[in-house]
């Protein structure tokens, strides 16, 4: 049975890990992988249809816990604890909630100290109990139901029958209903740099490169956001060598060299082309959303690849989310009758769904590539197939569910020129 640390409007934990507020979806993954031997029973709940609208949430379903996370920022909104009876429970060091030590109004009113009154439910037959940060339920009986609002102190229960909390909720504010997840905890940082914004910049119609908007921790110049993080602004352009890119973003998470291209056979004279006896490499930076390939003999940057991390997609939870800003210029008719065009601006997101994209982008005769990943130790993918889509100088990569996974950028030839 797990033992945890309460800290209302933080956190849940022990001395060894701990689920905090505002945590990154793929943190809160990796302590469960290193705690496997004690967390047992991790379900991940999603929507296919409607990742946007939906939480996100892993349920610990023998310790009775979940951890419900923000669909769009896929940041811990809010802990809960869902069944008392499998998990030990302190707060400032001392148990309320044991075997031994049964969460009652009165020992709860014990380990937390005074608060507002209570807010009765009737159509849940609850009492909820709320300090900042943190709420308890206990399930009241209907013959106990309050004829006036005085709160749960003024209810009188037999000997042994009062009740004892079914639901124990940590969140950030003063209420449950309008919880929203905070940002992102210097606790999470690790040495990490997180992508708050990245603009794609681009010239004639054409990428010449991507524009971050960085939130790091530590000393230094930069805008202070708080007094342990700050944001820097910086560029990285098709054609920067490794030593420009490390300058700009940091040393990456890995270091991936490419073996094969399975879109090569798409490209022209692919018969032709000889296996190069060196290979292209990635430098992958998984908090930041992004893969930067470079040329195996130049050693200069030629290929951008933003993740999205949509649950369902095949590389869900290897990447944060990349929150990017995609100007493409699109056409359109003003008068039907008129053969002139008028060019204007489209911004893609990372939130952007394609079927309202491709219909500036794309014409209707255009067919996409159709995408079927397997890895080396598993050829199954219990994943649908997804659609690529080539866009000028981008290859759009679309789930099913009309959601983009990710946006491929190289170097054109209007570029190079």
Known sequence: MLDLEVVPERSLGNEQWEFVLGMP???????????????????????????????????????????I????????????????????????????????????????????GATHPGVYISEKQLFVLNFRGLSFDFPIDSKFEPKYAHGLGSLQFPNGASPTVSRMCIYAGNSVSDTKAPPLSIACFHGNCFLDCLEVLRENNATIGLKFLLVTEGSGPGKLVDPRKKTVERIVKFGDSCQDVVSALG????????????????????????????????????????DILFDANTHKVKKFILHTNYPGHYNFNMYCRCEFKLPAVMEKVKQPLLSTLDEDELVITAYSKWNDVQKWLLKPSEQPVILNRSSSTNTSNPFAPTFCYGVHDIIFEVMQNQHIASVTIYQSKESLS
Not at 81 to 90: A, E, F, H, P, R
Not at 256 to 268: A, L, R, T, V
């Open 69 to 112: 996370f923000d669909p769009v920022s896929q940041r811990l909104k809010m802990i809960e604890v869902n069944s008392m009876g499998k998990v030990k429970l302190k707060y400032c060091g001392v148990h309320f909630n044991t075997p031994q030590v049964r969460p009652t109004i009165e020992q709860i009113d014990q380990s937390f």
């Open 25 to 67: 979806f793929y943190q809160a993954v990796n302590i469960l992988k290193r705690q496997d031997r004690a967390i047992k029973g991790v379900q991940v709940w999603y929507s296919d249809q409607l990742p946007l609208r939906m939480d996100l949430v892993l349920n610990l379903s023998h310790d009775g816990i979940r951890l």
């Open 251 to 290: 040393c990456a998470s890995k270091v991936f060299y490419k073996s094969e291209d399975k879109m090569k056979i798409h490209s022209p004279e692919a018969h032709k082309r000889v296996r190069s006896r060196s290979a292209d490499y990635f430098y992958n930076y998984f908090t930041l959303g992004l």
